[in-house]
């Protein structure tokens, strides 16, 4: 994957920022080259953006959200196929403790 319009929209943040101008989507289309429609388009560009845009990290957007949302289902998903492999080895080990075992023949 190329990664050189993401290297151009981070180093247009932080040109704007040392600027001390706040970082919209104009502005780094401007210090891009990248048109703003495509910095609004490609999800990565905008996740680049909108975290330059929350400097403290806290400005809750659309895509950030969304990576978010993302982040949690794979990690909501990891935990339950590991909770689901648990409760596969208890079953197995219920089914060993509970099986009579033969005795053994006495002389």
């Not at 101008?21 to 680049?48: K, M, N």
């Amino acid at each position: 994957m190329n990664d050189i319009p993401t290297d151009r929209v981070r180093a247009a943040c932080e040109q704007i920022l040392a600027a001390g101008r706040d970082v919209t989507f104009a502005a780094v289309a401007e210090h891009s080259g990248i048109s703003r429609a495509t910095c609004y388009r490609d999800r990565q560009l905008r996740v680049v953006i909108d975290a330059y845009r929350s400097r403290d990290g806290e400005l809750l957007t659309i895509s950030g959200l969304a990576d978010r949302l993302d982040n949690l289902t794979q990690a909501l998903e990891a935990v339950a196929a590991k909770v689901r492999r648990q409760e596969e080895e208890i079953r197995i080990l219920k089914r060993r403790t509970n099986t009579p075992r033969r005795s053994q023949k006495q002389d």
